[in-house]
């Protein structure tokens, strides 16, 4: 192919040339160039790609140029030419056709894994079309399933040729390059993919990761294989103990007693490594005393947690052990099952195995793609609603970390309800000193969760989980438990960002709770509160006018003489709120600051886009009011609302709020129109027309 290539380049050079010399205006470079057009055109009827001996002497003499391209010149050879590309081009699309065809073959041969039938069709399309990128790149595919690695990467060089951003080609060349354990290259092959479209990084760490692991095991089993040539006592050791326990029908206490000083003897990665290279993995699964010990119902307690400890010993910093122990349906079953144990201990050995996976990414991975996700976070769940205060925290850690995996929280959806959230409202609904201490990690592990869209949106649409929410605030009012109030808050906040007619439902018992928090005198609890009431007065009516009631207003202006941004964002979207939906809010803010001079303070001071937007609506809410334009004659309000109507274009919000205010309180009051036109504020008045409209 390389031969062709190049030849394919020389008759370039040669054609333009010819063209080149044809156009000229010396009559002998015209005609030289006559006699060697009529030469090529002539050789181009003879088989190609026929190779000739050297030794073998040519007695035909070279074809002579025709007459009639001597006698008609330059342009018959160019015609000659259009004729030649036109037949080219239609004889390219016939192939490209066979090609495309031959293709679709290979692809339902690889679907059914024929892979041998794959490459023979993915090769009789390249003979019709030698430039076709997919050819190159799905048989490449297909000589890897077939272990034919070098031929893969021929192919994706190939590839490259006919595309050098061919993503495909390096995605696979560092598959092979990895298979014949040539890392760097295969590293080489990833990163390129990055480099090419950095949207890929993602799917590019994930390949890295396995190449760095895969050249990590095999370190780790050529170290551990030359320990055990040397004769060192530790390796040998591991073996012989190995060869003993796999004997069968033998007493608990005696396997109980062998894994105990196994354990002992895998603690570094040589033994380790020598468990996995010696089956160690099959002494439980082939054995039925062993097997039997990892049953819920375990007769042999001991002995499980033996086996549960030496997994945990063996698989403690060794990603490859890891990964064998979740290829084994022994161990993928018994590690679900056993969180509910009726044994102290194992639930206990169990947590702590699951724990180790929970605190890599890699561990997290592996047990999300090998463990049953809903009864694995069911167990869990269920350790934290009746636990020892260490199972429970364990466990919750355990949920948390694996919350952080999209994986995980894409396969809990669906059985969220049962696994998460009706154990979480039991646990709500009877806080006390024994589970409040889990019941604060626990909050947070769910708002890990909730990060999921999918998941956000269904505890915000579950009637048990917002009547457990203000049974809980009630209660830990009541018993002085801030520390499980305030990460409540938080994650309430979060949840009722969603509009959902649960929430509506109870909207007015949920602020109630806020009103009675505002008094607090933890400035912490006082701003989520605050938050609670900014997310859930605008789903409820009802909830607004309650609060007003309770004298919301004042409290909210008092909030917004303080320096807190939290504070001051979540009370100025509540104040505005009240103000928008009720007219005695409108009067009792302006009584109690008649030129709203907080307002205008978090007009001219505050950065914060959500701030000063909803300053400025508040603003306009109480324009509406007779004679409040006229109190802020000789005020900056008109200077202040011009600023931000003329602001970044992106704040999209606030010039809008800032306009609706401005144009309010020129209505309201003619006088500010003066105002207005001394700072030559019409034109932006009337440029922000096209926001409100």
């Given at each position: 192919m390389d031969e062709d290539f190049d030849s394919f380049l020389e008759n370039v050079d040669k054609i333009s040339e010819l063209v080149k010399d044809l156009q000229s205006s010396d009559v002998k470079l015209q005609q030289k160039a006559i006699e060697k057009a009529d030469c090529y055109i002539a050789a181009l009827d003879q088989p190609c790609r026929t190779k000739v001996s050297t030794t073998t002497i040519n007695t035909k003499p070279p074809p002579q140029p025709s007459s009639s391209l001597q006698n008609e010149g330059p342009d018959n050879f160019m015609k000659i030419m259009e004729r030649d590309a036109e037949d080219r081009r239609v004889k390219r699309i016939a192939k490209a056709k066979k090609a495309a065809a031959l293709k679709d073959k290979g692809n339902e041969a690889y679907a059914k894994e024929d892979y041998e039938t794959a490459v023979k069709y993915y090769s009789d399309g390249l003979a019709e079309l030698q430039d076709m990128q997919p050819l190159y790149t799905n048989r490449a595919q297909a000589y890897i399933k077939q272990g034919k690695y070098m031929e893969a990467i021929s192919d994706c060089e190939w590839a490259l040729k006919c595309n050098d951003r061919c993503i495909k080609a390096y995605l696979h060349m560092g598959k092979a390059y990895q298979a014949l354990k040539k890392y760097n290259e295969s590293r080489n092959c990833f990163e390129k993919i990055v480099e090419i479209e950095p949207a890929k990084e993602t799917m590019v760490k994930e390949y890295l990761t396995q190449v760095d692991l895969e050249e990590v095991r095999r370190s780790q089993e050529m170290n551990a294989m030359r320990e055990f040539d040397k004769g060192n006592g530790n390796a040998t050791r591991v073996s012989e103990l190995l060869e003993k326990l796999s004997r069968p029908g033998q007493i608990p206490l005696y396997y109980c007693g062998g894994l105990e000083i196994l354990t002992q003897a895998v603690t570094d990665c040589t033994g380790q490594t020598l468990?996995?290279?010696?089956?160690?993995?099959?002494?439980?699964?082939?054995?039925?005393?062993?097997?039997?010990?990892?049953?819920?119902?375990?007769?042999?307690?001991?002995?499980?947690?033996?086996?549960?400890?030496?997994?945990?010993?063996?698989?403690?910093?060794?990603?490859?052990n890891q990964k064998m122990l979740m290829a084994c349906p022994v161990s993928r079953q018994s590690i679900v099952h056993l969180l509910i144990s009726e044994h102290v201990t194992v639930r206990e050995g169990c947590l702590t195995l699951l724990s180790l996976y929970a605190q890599m990414p890699h561990g997290r991975r592996l047990a999300i793609d090998n463990l049953n996700v809903h009864m694995l976070v069911r167990n869990l769940m269920a350790c934290i609603v009746k636990p020892k205060q260490l199972q429970g925290s364990i466990a919750v850690n355990i949920l948390e970390n694996f919350a952080a995996e999209n994986k995980f929280c894409f396969q809990l959806r669906n059985a969220l309800t049962d696994?998460?959230?009706?154990?979480?409202?039991?646990?709500?609904?009877?806080?006390?000193?024994?589970?409040?201490?889990?019941?604060?990690?626990?909050?947070?592990?769910?708002?890990?969760?909730?990060?999921?869209?999918?998941?956000?949106?269904?505890?915000?649409?579950?009637?048990?989980?917002?009547?457990?929410?203000?049974?809980?605030?009630?209660?830990?009012?009541?018993?002085?438990y801030k520390d499980v109030i305030y990460p409540m808050l938080?994650?309430?906040?979060?949840?009722?960002?969603?509009?959902?007619?649960?929430?509506?439902?109870?909207?007015?018992?949920?602020?109630?709770?806020?009103?009675?928090?505002?008094?607090d005198n933890d400035g912490g609890v006082i701003t989520r509160a605050t938050g609670v009431l900014s997310s859930v007065l605008p789903q409820s009516p009802e909830a607004v006018q309650h609060v007003i009631h309770g004298d919301v207003v004042r409290t909210m202006r008092r909030l917004l003489k303080g320096t807190g941004q939290t504070a001051t964002k979540y009370a100025i979207k509540t104040l505005t709120v009240c103000t928008a939906a009720s007219h005695s809010a409108q009067?009792?803010?302006?009584?109690?600051?008649?030129?709203?001079?907080?307002?205008?303070?978090?007009?001219?001071?505050?950065?914060?886009?959500?701030?000063?937007?909803?300053?400025?609506?508040?603003?306009?809410?109480?324009?509406?009011?007779e004679g409040t334009a006229s109190t802020l004659l000789g005020t900056d309000i008109v200077l202040l609302l011009l600023r931000h109507a003329a602001g970044d274009t992106k704040r999209t919000a606030v010039r809008q709020n800032a306009a609706i205010a401005l144009g309010k309180l020129c209505r309201s009051e003619p006088r500010h129109m003066n105002k207005l036109r001394e700072l030559h504020g019409l034109e932006i008045l009337h440029s922000c027309t096209k926001l409100l409209t």
């Open positions: 468990f996995r290279l010696n089956n160690g993995f099959s002494i439980i699964s082939s054995n039925d005393t062993m097997r039997s010990c990892l049953l819920d119902t375990t007769k042999y307690p001991e002995l499980c947690v033996s086996v549960l400890k030496m997994w945990r010993v063996i698989c403690s910093g060794n990603d490859e696994s998460v959230i009706v154990p979480f409202t039991t646990i709500l609904r009877n806080i006390s000193e024994a589970n409040r201490h889990v019941l604060v990690s626990l909050m947070s592990a769910i708002g890990c969760l909730a990060r999921d869209d999918i998941i956000c949106r269904s505890f915000a649409h579950d009637p048990g989980c917002w009547k457990a929410f203000v049974v809980a605030i009630r209660q830990c009012s009541a018993c002085g938080g994650l309430i906040i979060n949840l009722s960002a969603i509009s959902s007619p649960v929430i509506q439902e109870h909207a007015v018992s949920l602020c109630d709770c806020c009103l009675g928090l505002l008094r009067e009792e803010l302006v009584k109690s600051d008649k030129k709203l001079s907080i307002l205008r303070h978090l007009l001219s001071s505050s950065c914060d886009e959500m701030v000063t937007g909803n300053a400025a609506l508040c603003l306009a809410h109480c324009l509406e009011l």
